[in-house]
């Protein structure tokens, strides 16, 4: 079935359809290419055709491109894919040239873009190639250029196009951020050109291009005097812009973002020379960045393997277990924070608490959150009403009735939890799953105070739940097929990213991220310089250094762990090094962010001053550092050869989780595609090397595991072995 139609009316309007069979959003394919250049040849030299409406058979115009057709232009290398890129340039180039004399620029044909809904990536370069886009009044449709948050940036002409049509300023929060707007907002910043009733878009734009004359359809980069907005980079406003933008490119980046870099030097060189050559400066530059490994691996962990999740690739058979009603137990920050996300998903709420008092606080929280979307114009008042009246907040556990779903978000005692267990399932009805928001406590132990321990599962939100994205679900020992089904289709309902978990202490991500945080405490108590520390995290692309993130998280909060970890595993615990620093801030009460007080200083408004003086009095900093390559080894690979143990242990069973979950749950150099990711594009070979001389110099915390070692010895690599989902021990 084709995914591109035409049909031309009685007033000589050709309108091109885009309708791919069997999907809910159109993507464009090697086919869907082939035919809308047909269909464009032909029209373009169909004296018959007076103009052509461009437009979309669903209620979204596109979401984007298939990255089929990326991976198949790549399988001729980089020749064979700059001229794939190409090709699609001359394309769209055809459609903005519309049949118009190249020399008078008379005798084209008007092409008008109809956008009923949302229209992302090449959903909005093949616009930017028309000469006037039409969107609905959709206030739910989202018009943009996400690429850059996959590791690619626009490469079809968007980047070029944008930048020329908004100017570099105006145009860097839409290429360098992926900002998404609304059509009145994309309006107004000067993406689309009109926004209309719903039922009036294919009329408005047809009656355009009957009226539209031939000065109207040639863009301004083609016509004689064209400046480039805001200043060309020669030009002294221009100059200016240029250099801020490369300074906040690599202030944000720390240049381990190939991406950014490459579309900030596309749009810098193309306002240099004409608009034809500019095409061809883009289509290098993006040839580049799709070679490079980084953005392979980015678009694996962040676009397919994501997707794939959310999809429910590890689902267990299972009927559809869609929630209904859920009880939230605790209306605590996490537990307020869940209900205000299941609330905004359309699920009805019961949120539970000691007292009323406190159950109306957690409502509160709810509130709040839609009161500054209310300010920003992002939540209607009546979207705000909708929500709340979904969250009924008390103190009687009889109002569970009816729930479909309990989780609970009590404090993190056991003798609480299962408590709180015991009661609510004498409420519940026996179908109910139970599940128990947990960062550390054992699932299967947990699971112990159930009657129903087959219906028990563990799912951990990372806070602020609102802003996380990933939610660590966790089988316990007995835990069924139908809880892990209803865990999961929970998790997406709410718009979340999954990742499944066997159970065992800290589960993945915090088994992960502890001995990130213990390797930066470890070295300032070896007196190397904290900021050397915090920096050297950054400009590998961890989003916090360890210390900054200990900060964040509580120091107490991490006193209690270790003490709760040193009592489990007595003489095999490895950490004390680690706790003579911690316990030492703990006893000082510098707890962290929450004092304003931590291995940073803070002012009385709680905003960083830099590291605390009196951190190096107690461990002074030494004369001989380490160089920086050394201190990013150990702050990686005490992340990574964690995530390998997981795997080989069988807590995770599968590394797009594992690449996901470090991405999302803790923000794992997001350039590298995850810790998986990253040993491949490392090489096993040479992470066993790093791994020998960090065990000589360090201790037995960075042995390589036996499976790296395997995987050193064949040459293989985990996406090659277990990238299709296989667990290690299969």
Request: hydrophobic share 45%.
């Amino acid at each position: 079935m084709s995914e591109f139609t035409m049909e031309t009316d009685a007033d000589g309007v050709a309108v091109i359809t885009w309708d791919v069979p069997g999907r809910s959003m159109n993507v464009m394919s090697m086919a869907g290419w082939d035919e809308l250049e047909a269909i464009v040849d032909e029209v373009l030299a169909d004296e018959a055709v007076k103009g052509i409406v461009l437009t979309s058979g669903k209620d979204s115009f596109a979401g984007g491109m298939d990255l089929g057709v990326i991976a198949k232009m790549k399988e001729a290398g980089a020749e064979g894919l700059l001229n794939g890129i190409l090709r699609i340039h001359g394309l769209m180039r055809r459609i903005e040239r519309a049949g118009m004399d190249p020399k008078t620029l008379k005798g084209g044909k008007p092409i008008a873009a109809a956008l009923p809904g949302t229209a992302l990536g090449i959903g909005l370069e093949l616009p930017l190639c028309c000469h006037r886009i039409f969107a609905a009044d959709n206030p739910k449709a989202k018009i943009g250029l996400p690429e850059i948050k996959v590791g690619i940036f626009p490469g079809a002409g968007g980047t070029t196009r944008l930048s020329r049509k908004l100017g570099a300023m105006a145009a860097s929060p839409l290429l360098l951020e992926g900002k998404l707007n609304d059509p009145a907002k994309a309006k107004a910043a000067g993406v689309i050109d009109e926004v209309v009733p719903a039922g009036e878009l294919m009329e408005r734009a047809k009656a355009w291009v009957l009226s539209a004359t031939d000065a109207d359809i040639v863009k301004p980069w083609d016509q004689k005097g064209y400046k480039f907005p805001g200043g060309a980079p020669y030009h002294p406003s221009g100059f200016m812009t240029f250099v801020g933008a490369s300074a906040m490119v690599n202030g944000q980046t720390q240049g381990v973002y190939p991406a950014a870099k490459a579309l900030l030097s596309a749009v810098y060189e193309g306002a240099l020379v004409p608009f034809d050559t500019a095409l061809k400066i883009e289509a290098r530059w993006f040839t580049s960045v799709l070679m490079n490994p980084s953005s392979e691996a980015m678009i694996r962990s962040l676009f397919l393997n994501k997707e794939a999740l959310e999809k429910g690739a590890n689902r267990p058979e299972a009927p559809d277990q869609k929630v209904a009603r859920v009880g939230v137990l605790g209306a605590g920050m996490m537990g307020a924070g869940i209900a205000y996300v299941s609330a905004n998903a359309g699920v009805e709420v019961v949120l539970i608490d000691r007292d009323q008092a406190a159950a109306d606080k957690g409502r509160a929280h709810s509130e709040a959150l839609l009161d500054k979307g209310v300010a920003r114009k992002k939540v209607t008042p009546q979207k705000k009403a909708e929500v709340l009246g979904r969250i009924t907040a008390t103190s009687d556990l009889d109002a569970l009735k009816g729930c479909d779903l309990i989780v609970e978000a009590v404090f993190e005692d056991p003798k609480v939890k299962a408590e709180m267990t015991r009661k609510v399932e004498a409420v519940v009805g026996a179908d109910a799953i139970f599940a128990t928001n947990t960062s550390t406590l054992p699932i299967t132990e947990l699971a112990k105070a159930s009657q129903r321990p087959e219906q028990f599962i563990g799912i951990h939100f990372f806070s602020p739940v609102d802003k996380m994205l990933l939610v660590e679900i966790i089988k316990g020992a007995k835990t069924g097929d139908r809880a892990v089904a209803k865990a999961l289709d929970f998790v997406r309902q709410i718009r979340k990213t999954p990742i499944v978990v066997n159970d065992a202490r800290f589960f993945y991500a915090n088994r992960c991220i502890i001995p990130y945080i213990n390797e930066g405490i470890r070295m300032v108590a070896e007196g190397v310089e904290p900021a050397l520390i915090e920096n050297a995290a950054r400009l590998v692309g961890m989003p916090l250094g360890p210390l900054q993130l200990v900060d964040e998280t509580s120091i107490d909060l991490g006193v209690k762990i270790a003490r709760a970890t040193k009592a489990a595993m007595g003489d095999a615990y490895p950490d004390d090094a680690v706790d003579e620093v911690l316990f030492w801030m703990a006893d000082e009460g510098r707890l962290g962010r929450k004092s304003n007080s931590g291995f940073y200083a803070y002012d009385e408004k709680g905003k960083r001053t830099g590291i605390w003086e009196g951190l190096a009095a107690r461990y002074p900093v030494s004369d001989d550092q380490p160089d920086v390559t050394e201190v990013q080894h150990r702050l990686l690979f005490a992340q990574v050869l964690e995530a390998v143990r997981a795997f080989e242990d069988g807590v995770l069973t599968d590394i797009r989780e594992g690449d996901v979950g470090a991405i999302l749950g803790w923000g794992f150099a997001p350039w590298s595609g995850g810790p998986f990711s990253w040993l491949d594009l490392l090489g096993a070979g040479r992470a066993v090397e790093i791994c020998e001389a960090l065990e000589a110099e360090h201790g037995a915390r960075f042995e390589a595991p036996a499976l790296l070692r395997r995987m050193a010895a064949s040459g293989a690599t985990f996406y090659g072995e277990y990238g299709d989902g296989r667990a290690a021990a299969a």
